[in-house]
């Protein structure tokens, strides 16, 4: 995948378009996130319809390298809490209690350097995120990167 190709899956994942997102994706893509994998777009649609109902969640590219059969992103995040919710709430809805809750408005940034695998069709079967907290957080970075894009 080119890093053109990559800001477009991203755009789209923002937009949450998902029936273009999983045009990405393999018939049983599988996103490992923390101690639990999402399999398939049932899993995948699962996790983040409900996920995206209380949460709002924006990507801003701060890397990326391509490989043969895999690239690696360097991405800011920035969740933006739309309602109310519990831990348990989203793991009953969705399989996965995300790790914070956030009060309406409230907002928290994170930096993940993201795996994705490619089977030969150039299709993404594997999603691998790795957290990283960065000196002085990730917040800074993320607005920067806003800033420089407009």
């Keep these: 995948m080119t890093e053109d190709e990559y800001r477009n899956y991203v755009r789209v994942f923002n937009a949450r378009d998902y029936d273009a997102l999983h045009a990405y994706f393999t018939d049983d893509v599988e996103l490992q996130v923390n101690k639990i994998t999402l399999k398939g777009r049932a899993g995948f649609d699962r996790?983040?319809?409900?996920?995206?109902?209380?949460?709002?969640?924006?990507?801003?590219?701060?890397?990326?390298?391509?490989?043969?059969?895999?690239?690696?992103?360097?991405?800011?995040?920035?969740?933006?809490?739309l309602q109310s919710y519990t831990r348990e709430w989203l793991k009953e809805?969705?399989?996965y209690a995300w790790r914070t809750e956030l009060a309406v408005g409230e907002?928290?940034?994170?930096?993940?350097?993201?795996?994705?695998?490619?089977?030969?069709?150039?299709?993404i079967y594997r999603i691998r995120p790795a957290l990283y907290e960065p000196i002085g957080g990730a917040e800074p970075l993320y607005r920067a990167l806003q800033d420089a894009r407009s």
């Design 47 to 81: 996790f983040y319809n409900h996920f995206h109902q209380v949460v709002r969640e924006e990507i801003e590219i701060a890397g990326f390298l391509s490989g043969k059969n895999s690239f690696c992103a360097d991405l800011l995040f920035r969740f933006t809490g």
């Design 93 to 95: 809805k969705s399989g």
């Design 107 to 123: 907002e928290y940034y994170m930096q993940n350097f993201i795996m994705y695998d490619l089977n030969d069709d150039g299709k």
